[in-house]
């Protein structure tokens, strides 16, 4: 088993930046693939960006491109999300989740954290 706790998440303006961590007990992170996802109340969960065990080649939205960047720190069972040049649309609850078997599928997720971008 898994446990993956979020944190980092409030309230800031447009155009401002939040880093968002993930830390992971039970297991090492070391051979997961490791994403973010976001969602908005009354919508679907949607992929945010994912990062392969090596931190090599990660792959994000459309939407979050150029402004997102998420990076992993094996040693210390942690994934992180640093946010810039952040959008009133970019509002939802944020979950850290991790691919065990590398298959697009999340096996394991967080309990969320909420983000809200002022206009």
């Known amino acids: 088993q898994v446990q993956l706790v979020e944190s980092g998440g409030g309230l800031v303006e447009a155009g401002g930046s939040l880093r968002l961590s993930c830390a992971a007990s039970?297991?090492?992170?070391?051979?997961?693939?490791m994403a973010w996802l976001r969602q908005i109340p009354g919508k679907e969960r949607e992929f945010v960006a994912r990062i392969p065990w090596n931190g090599r080649n990660a792959y994000y939205a459309d939407s979050v491109k150029g402004r997102f960047t998420i990076s992993r720190d094996n040693a210390k069972n942690t994934v992180s999300l640093q946010m810039n040049s952040l959008k009133p649309e970019d509002t939802a609850v944020y979950y850290c989740a991790a691919d065990v078997n590398s298959d697009l599928r999340y096996d394991y997720w967080g309990q969320g954290t909420q983000v809200t971008v002022s206009s």
């Open positions: 039970g297991r090492t992170l070391l051979s997961y693939y």
